[in-house]
């Protein structure tokens, strides 16, 4: 994060502006120290980090004429002129090496996928067991028998039902 802010701080204002607390008559600037003093605090909520612009001061010498055409300037300066040179944009290296790595299975999908296996392999028996056995007397007799009870029992229940009606 410091290295994003100190970043981002230098190339403010595109890279022509200083942190400046006094006016040009010695006085201190409220709002530049204000700003500064809230954008100390931004570690506490980041929207904070924008005080800091409060403090900015530009450095661009900006000349005009009385027709707003821009003069010719001369500038005495003994620094060396790589000083204000803006800074050559970083390259990013393109050769990048790509590991395989192994897929996750998860739990859940195990248990799923062999959940899945059992119930075709039990459909499997019991289709070969259907189609295996020939249907005999006795199986009819107690399908009878069982629908039997089924009915004596489909026979209560609106028994029930219409004693809960009456209620």
């Known amino acids: 994060m410091g290295a994003i802010l100190a970043s981002g701080i230098l190339d403010a204002g595109g890279r022509n502006v200083t942190i400046k607390l006094k006016s040009k008559s010695k006085h201190d600037r409220l ?4 700003g500064l003093a809230v954008f100390t ?3 506490y909520w980041y929207p904070l980090t924008y005080f ?4 900015f001061s530009p450095t661009a010498l900006i000349g005009l004429n009385s027709d707003l055409k821009v003069p010719k300037f001369e500038f005495l300066s003994n620094a060396k002129p790589s000083l204000f040179d803006y800074p050559k944009p ?7 090496t790509s ?3 192994p897929t996750a299975i998860l739990s859940t999908y195990a248990k799923a996928k062999s959940r899945a296996k059992k119930d075709a392999e039990s459909k499997a028996k019991a289709k070969e067991k259907a189609e295996a056995a020939p249907p005999s007397e006795d199986a009819s007799a107690a399908s009878t028998s069982m629908q039997v ?3 004596g029992l489909i026979g209560s229940f609106q028994v029930e039902l219409a004693l809960f009606d009456l209620i």
């Open 90 to 96: 970083t390259t990013q290296q393109t050769a990048t």
């Open 52 to 55: 800091i612009s409060l403090a």
């Open 31 to 34: 709002t530049a120290v204000v």
């Open 41 to 43: 605090q931004f570690w």
């Open 149 to 151: 009870r089924v009915a």
């Open 99 to 101: 590991v395989k790595v």
